[in-house]
Nanobody, 114 residues
Framework: QVQLVESGGGLVQPGGSLRLSCAAS????????MGWYRQAPGKQRELVAA???????NYADSVKGRFTISRDNAKNTVYLQMNSLKPEDTAVYYC????????WGQGTQVTVSS
């Protein structure tokens, strides 16, 4: 079992920045990739960014150059630095961990609005 706790969401103006954190606990040795997904109202959940245990990263085209995923192994935490935020980035952001099973955090709301 893996437990994921997200933090860092909130309200920000267009062009602003936020950093999301996802702290993992439990059977973290079994995690081979972690990622951030988002789901806007009326839309399907989509992958935003992912990072493997080897450090490889992958980004959705819509966030490339603006978002950065990183991890701190000592803290068992994955981060999503979001810069140049746009209103279309508004969504609930979910942390995901892959072990052969999918684990999800509870989600954190990000709202980009003036």
């Amino acid at each position: 079992q893996v437990q994921l706790v997200e933090s860092g969401g909130g309200l920000v103006q267009p062009g602003g920045s936020l950093r999301l954190s996802c702290a993992a606990s439990g059977s973290i040795f079994s995690i081979y990739a972690m990622g951030w997904y988002r789901q806007a109202p009326g839309k399907q959940r989509e992958l935003v960014a992912a990072i493997t245990s080897g450090g490889s990263t992958n980004y959705a085209d819509s966030v490339k150059g603006r978002f950065t995923i990183s991890r701190d192994n000592a803290k068992n935490t994955v981060y999503l630095q979001m810069n140049s935020l746009k209103p279309e980035d508004t969504a609930v952001y979910y942390c995901n961990a892959l072990t052969g099973l999918d684990y999800w955090g509870q989600g954190t709301q990000v709202t980009v609005s003036s």
